[in-house]
């Protein structure tokens, strides 16, 4: 870390933050420069606190020079990591290092058929898992929120019935228990990617958890929102680009598909792309899955509906059976012309 | 609300469109265009999901015409809506209606002595309330989190010693009794203000409930937040901007003061700033403090710290309590010749 | 056009708005609302600005219906255009309509040696146009603005040797007249896309126009851009993405390639993708070339430099011959797989 | 600045490094760090480009410590730069170091009889400069461009009438002598702001330039623009923000009032805000030219229509002069009431 000092950074509170920084067993390299100094911090340990020191006064600015994610990061855990998820008569999905993970369903469990039928399709066309919301979160609080755990029922039955593994998204600390024991995979959602509570009690229980970019994070703040899973002792963590909020109003979010070897060179886990949510807009979901493919992805989260017509939430973003069947043509034959086992 | 179509949309897509209207108890004004027909929607009812209408794939655009927010908007109260906050020993806070509240104190209670300390200090200098984390939100799981439930017994302690009101927040649907029990005001923050189950448990509770705006949330989004918790039945809700992410680097945050007459126009609920989270930068905390209140905000945010350069948190957007009663009389100034009681 | 009038609208608003649109000799279709009115505007000529129409006092809203871009849109022009631009030794450059239009170059010429060497280095890897700055535009007024008029004979130079057409920026109606004579398809920048007497010049010569998103130009202003150009007489305009500013500060900028698959629906002119400038970042320029083309792109711009540790402009975006040679590969099949000449 | 390797910068790298910066006459202060060496390089001139530093091989950041912009910035010019810009008839606008400058007026000329009107109604309600576009900036080709010559005549008659010195935008190099010749204040608009031909040729004429800000540029990308034309000679160069581009829909723009105090801090040239163009929502403009000033605004630059329901161009965002004279009202008292010659 490098502490750069005010022009008029006073002795006293040069001594303020030294004093500090040996309060951590920190070292200090001094740089003097013409008009102001710039200290080297070595040796002190990732729990200091980086605002701390830039909250003295004669700071001007604190340069970090190692990643603060211990355990997401590369710094100590070179290769990627790969993950292998059940699912129920031998099918299975498997994830990152080279495999890519296709997960598709509806925004919504609507009803029992719907999401059995969705299974059978996805599943045909070549999807690995199924996703579909059972607990719904709704910006508005007079939308539909979801069949809750008559959604998760179904989903089970999906699974009985196709194999796949199912990825469903949870709210809530007090609704984990019951979504992670159905789940193979548990969603956090954009909106709570800093929802410190929900991010620790996903890290204190087994399954892999499957989490979102939040709209306007850096990818800073998603690596940390990440440790704060792995810290807890769970490691399996997915993680998963969904589009920022900016300026463009055509899409309801730009799809920031540079995250993914933005993403690839800080962290080891796997890295998917969720180009229904990342653009809004079904006639372009397509184009965007072969990109997120060909930018290194290890999979993708695709919504896919029987009939987008008659979908309850998010048809506007959601594609036919048919047209995912399409995609998956075209995505395979992008990762077998990249080589699949190295994609980037 | 106006639908409208696509060029190419079918007379089954349209009816498919019109059945789920008239199900709705929607009636339909047709308007025909030279490329494109555009359905006038009238007399649904509030429930109906917009995005569900969207989601029809004949369908272009949906127009609304009506506030969604029944409870937060001005649609069906006019009047802005004014509280009192009551501490101890006669002291309160009124804020909204020409009233302004101004809450300050620290970041994060750090001590008996600091928390104290800083209360009379901010009393002495025109605050109405007291403010101070004692659950902490933190980016990095490494950092230091807040005193819990001591830094709510200090924070208690302040409020017998000044009478000032207590702001304070809360990140959990569990934490949030012992947080209410002692708090005037429970404070849910930036990164929660989405956190539906949140939102929805401090609509069940009796404390007023003050809101920051999401950092990437449009100003619909953050009334329709409010909407969660006013729903439940607690009605006391204040609005606070906090700054928004945009391109620009030079200040962690963007602060939108347009906000304050945008909300100003759409909803009845006081609405007060933070130019401290809003900017990040304790140099201009003051001349952004003078700017919100000119601007017509209800009311002041601010982190006040006896001792910047030791706080613990967040001492670069701190300014130590001088500044603060320089503040104070400047924005003092500014609402008395904008007529106090009718900033707007 | 659909005029929402607000609540409040007095008859004599109405009426002064109706005025004005028949002076245009528009229609108005009117759809009375529970709350408020709509007029449906058809007949009018494209002429008509929306903006004045917005401008009237009882009016809430104007929602278009249709494109105001009538020769850079597809409502007129429904096929893909497709340019071929000739260079010498029967070399030439062919871009849309499933032609991949490939233009490599250094930032900025730097010396005859140089740039003839990058061009057979390009073209030997598959490059059908060489780019290179002769006019710089630079940030700062102390950097280095480029080699100018010698920096053109050397591209002419260049061009001589290998036949690859080039492509040149151009920052000045009055240099205009040097660059075109020498370019064979002149390069309008990011800065300049709203300079419009420099975008109507560039429609008053013959030379193709590629023109550069501006970093938050929506795609709306992006093709009132290329009107503006086109409407002067020269319909050859390339369209490049570029990236955007956003929050994101671990890239120079964000690619926005979800802006290909929207510009095809909305413009049947080529659209090209800048990953060098569109992520200012040379380890990732690999992956989003990829992406470009799996999104649909006509073809790539790429910094190529033959010794990027030494490059004058812009080194840290910049990849080798050798690393470009290994891009052409993959894109090409990428594209190969994807059916050549219908990537959409 | 600072120069940070990457960890694995070879010698050689390192080397070619050093060797750029001794040709330019600069000295190395070594800072050798646990995981990456860190330069501290000083003595070296402002000509230097940062850009080729951080574009070579080994570099991972670069960290700079003085401005580049010499004459916009306060290193050498500490105190606030004060301009008196005469009109007719001992009527003069003086700007900066505690003195405001208002310019309202129309956003176009459109005819000799509106733009005297609105002279003498901002007269009387108290602006010092009259603003009114001749030559408009349009995005869309087929817009109204505004009267041009005839306009400036207009403009010159309306000095001629109230004295009130001229602000009117140049587009172009080839109109600058033409505009120049009667504006007292020449515009460069938001579009133009990193138009370096024109901005050079603004910086060779006489007239104070009145400098738009880019609605993505950086402040120091804004300061850079400045020094283009200072650097020229042209030292009265007047700062105008005028909002930037956000996700924000609720607004045209997002006002970055705190760029305010931020330019403040960084450069002596007086700072205005724009709150018309800004917002664009008329509604609005009033709250935040108090909140303008009140944040220490040097001045403010208002839309004022004599009638804005027939304003032809942006009458969305105009207000009547009777709310300008309000305005001017509240505006004053929180000047006076911050002791007007130091507003921050």
Same mark, same amino acid.
């Given at each position: 870390m490098l502490v750069i000092l005010k022009t008029n950074c006073t002795t006293a509170q040069k001594k303020a933050i030294e004093d500090y920084i040996f309060s951590c067993n920190g070292q200090i390299v001094e740089a003097p420069g013409k008009t102001r100094n710039v200290l080297g911090i070595v040796g002190i340990d990732h729990t200091v606190d980086r605002e701390v020191i830039a909250s003295y006064p004669g700071v001007d600015q604190v340069v970090p020079i190692t990643q603060p994610y211990k355990l997401a990061g590369r710094d100590l855990h070179k290769e990627d990591t790969q993950m292998t998820i059940p699912g129920k008569k031998g099918a299975s999905m498997t994830v990152g290092k080279g495999s890519l993970g296709i997960i598709a369903g509806p925004c919504t469990v609507e009803s029992r058929q719907q999401i059995i039928e969705t299974a059978y399709a996805v599943k045909e066309a070549g999807a690995t898992a199924l996703r579909g919301g059972a607990f719904k979160p709704r910006t508005n609080p007079y939308s539909f929120r979801g069949l809750k755990s008559k959604g998760l029922e179904y989903l089970a039955e999906a699974r009985e019935e196709t194999g796949l593994p199912i990825v469903t998204e949870v709210l809530s600390v007090e609704d984990l228990p019951q979504v992670a024991e159905i789940a193979d995979v548990v969603q956090i959602g954009t909106r709570n990617m800093q929802n410190y509570p929900l991010l620790t009690a996903a890290g204190r229980q087994s399954k892999p958890v499957l989490l979102k970019r939040g709209l306007a994070a850096t990818l800073d703040e998603f690596l940390l929102a990440a440790e704060y899973i792995m810290v807890e002792g769970n490691r399996r963590v997915i993680l998963c680009e969904r589009g920022i909020r900016t300026f463009e109003g055509e899409v309801r979010f730009t799809l920031a598909l540079a995250a993914v070897p933005l993403l690839r060179e800080k962290t080891h886990l796997p890295v998917i792309v969720d180009p229904s949510h990342g653009t809004?807009? %079904? %006639?372009?979901v397509r184009p965007m899955c072969r990109a997120a493919i060909a930018a290194g992805a290890d999979g993708l989260l695709v919504e896919v509906h029987p009939n987008p017509e008659i979908a309850r939430i998010d048809g506007a973003q959601s594609i036919t059976c048919s047209e995912f069947s399409t995609i998956m043509k075209e995505v395979s034959a992008i990762a077998d012309c990249l080589g699949r086992t190295k994609i980037h």
């Open positions: 809004g807009k %079904s %006639s372009i």
